[in-house]
């Protein structure tokens, strides 16, 4: 089914090259209208705290998708007290558009792999479709294993469709993606090296981390 929005969530800390091209790729697959990037304010996986205030992680994934047609900025997580659950955003967003137009979450097989462990995981295939974006040398497809236990029962595999069904009509599916070995982590490390990070992200994000002062270890975050 054409059209639809997909929610493509994260730290962004920052937002890459690696991040927007993986998006286009799904967008494009997919006919989607739209891909939001969701910049987490308080991401409840990870481990300690974004070294950027979400503020100016907004900002940066603000500056990266600019004009992009087809890319949006959307700050639900931000103006949302307390941990940022995707499944409350996915609510919002069903809240916002209805049960009619098709919503599909982009995550990376990183993430999906701790998925278990996120709030109402299984609620969540009731929302959207998932969309898991998969690049070499990770699996280039989805076994029933790697669903949740909690959800196992609601999906059939579909041989035509290569993706897994759930009981709602939703649907669990791989997408592969250009491998582009660009790391936010990587990034941060070059810039408190005083290293380039030139066309690893957009020149927008990288004259903003400089203006910022974003990264570097003798100021700290601001």
Known sequence: MPGGIGIFGGTFDPIHLGHLRGAEEVREALGLDEVRFVPAAAPPHRRGTPLAPANHRYRMVELAVGDVPGFR????????????????????????????????????????????????????????????????????????????????????????????????????????????????TAIRARVAANRSIRFLVPCAVEHYIAEQRLYRQEDGAR
Request: charged letters at 20%; glycine letters at 4%; a negative charge.
């Open 73 to 184: 900025c959307w700050d639900v997580e931000l103006a949302r007290p307390g941990p940022s659950y995707s499944v409350d955003t996915l609510r919002a967003l069903r809240a916002e558009v209805g049960t009619a137009v098709r919503v599909a979450f982009v995550l990376g097989f990183d993430a999906f792999r701790d998925f278990e462990t996120w709030k109402e995981h299984a609620t969540l295939f009731t929302l959207c479709d998932v969309i898991v974006m998969t690049r070499p040398p990770w699996p280039q497809e989805l076994s029933l294993d790697d669903i949740p236990l909690a959800a196992r029962q609601a999906f059939r595999y579909d041989s035509i469709s290569g993706a897994f069904l759930h009981e709602s009509g939703h649907v669990l599916s791989l997408q592969r993606i250009t491998s582009l070995d660009i790391s936010a």
